[in-house]
């Protein structure tokens, strides 16, 4: 199983980026998918999430508005979509793939918001 995330890299405040996470080795369209985030020395936090049949996405409070969830089980991949980017969204975007008890993370990709 593979999870590959891409798409992180540097961007100025109230830019935007769109991360992509690729999965492998598991039948994609079975799994619920999320995606969490870690700040240097703060606790790994869930972002957004989305069903296996891509309904009802869930956003944490501090991104509701500016971030969108997204999956296309054609190309086994699950995207978000980021905007309006804050420096307190710098830290290190992490994808999930979770299907019962089975959870897959991927390595992460480095967001850093800064002028």
């Known amino acids: 199983v593979q999870l590959v995330e891409s798409g992180g890299g540097l961007v100025q405040p109230g830019g935007s980026l769109r991360l992509s996470c690729a999965a492998s080795?598991?039948?994609?369209?079975?799994?619920?998918m999320s995606w969490y985030r870690q700040a240097p020395g703060k606790e790994r936090e869930l972002v957004a999430a989305?069903?296996?049949?891509?309904?009802?996405?869930y956003y944490a409070d501090s991104v509701k508005g500016r971030f969108t969830i997204s999956r296309d089980n054609g190309k086994n991949t699950v995207y978000l979509q980021m905007n309006s980017l804050k420096p307190e969204d710098t830290a290190v975007y992490y994808c999930?793939?979770?299907?019962?008890?089975?959870?897959?993370w991927g390595q992460g990709t480095q967001v850093t918001v800064s002028s």
């Open positions: 999930k793939a979770r299907r019962r008890a089975r959870e897959y």
């Open positions: 080795g598991i039948t994609f369209s079975s799994y619920d």
């Open positions: 989305i069903t296996s049949a891509g309904g009802n996405p």
